[in-house]
């Protein structure tokens, strides 16, 4: 596809469960970034990818969090034990080398009931 | 470590301009990003300014001082789809991006 995908869309879950959240950015892009977005509030950073590598693991909120990014292009954000505060939405971005414009996904928007 | 500093919202009327401003903080930097993002949309790319100065797309123009630590986003004939949040976001190398909370634009009739 031509744009940064993400899924599923929406994701209600309850309290205790773990989510995978899925991110395919523009083929060919070498970053990759997740951000939360709770509602009305701006975007946290949570991690970034350089290729397969998370250079920076600095804003993921605890150790229930995590990510991976395999081949260099899919990547997979997956909250363990999930709690009411995790819900928000979970946007994915990526850039390409040659310049540091970050093309967003449509968002993954996770309830935790 | 980076820190943007940009109001958290503005009203405008249709048709006016609105200069919305934002100030950084950066242990390093290549240069200062605008993003909108409408209600329950994802952020889009509207400029990006490596160098001092004023760039103009259309309505939309970007301003960047870079000893200032200093940037604004200037609208133009604002209308209503104008609404929206607009962010800064700063470029501290090796693409790690930071973006401040968004400033919340609200265009009246």
């Known amino acids: 596809g031509a744009g940064v995908s993400q899924s599923p869309s929406n994701k209600v879950t309850e309290k205790g469960k773990d989510v995978e959240l899925r991110c395919d950015p523009i083929?060919?892009?070498?970053?990759l970034y997740w951000y939360r977005q709770s509602l009305g509030q701006g975007l946290e950073f949570l991690i970034y990818?350089?290729?397969?590598?998370?250079?920076?693991k600095s804003g993921l909120p605890s150790d229930r969090f995590s990510a991976e990014r395999t081949g260099g292009s899919v990547s997979t954000l997956t909250i363990q034990r999930t709690q009411q505060e995790d819900s928000a939405v979970y946007l994915c971005?990526?850039?390409?080398?040659?310049?540091?414009?970050?093309?967003f996904g449509p968002g993954t928007r996770l309830t935790v009931l | 470590g980076q820190n943007i500093d940009q109001p958290t919202e503005m009203t405008a009327t249709e048709g006016a301009i609105v200069q919305i401003n934002c100030t950084y903080q950066?242990?390093?930097?290549?240069?200062l990003f605008w993003y909108q993002q409408h209600a329950g949309e994802a952020p889009t790319f509207l400029s990006y300014?490596?160098?001092?100065g004023l760039e103009e797309k259309g309505r939309f123009s970007s301003f960047l001082s870079r000893s200032k630590g200093y940037s604004y986003l200037l609208l133009k004939e604002l209308q209503m789809k104008d609404s929206a949040s607009y962010l800064c976001?700063?470029?501290?190398?090796?693409?790690?991006?930071?973006f401040g909370i968004g400033t919340k634009l609200q265009v009246i009739p």
């Open positions: 971005a990526s850039s390409s080398q040659r310049t540091d414009t970050q093309y």
């Open positions: 083929s060919g892009h070498t970053a």
């Open positions: 990818f350089q290729g397969n590598s998370a250079p920076d």
């Open positions: 950066t242990s390093g930097f290549n240069g």
């Open positions: 300014n490596v160098l001092d």
């Open positions: 976001a700063a470029s501290g190398g090796y693409q790690k991006v930071t």
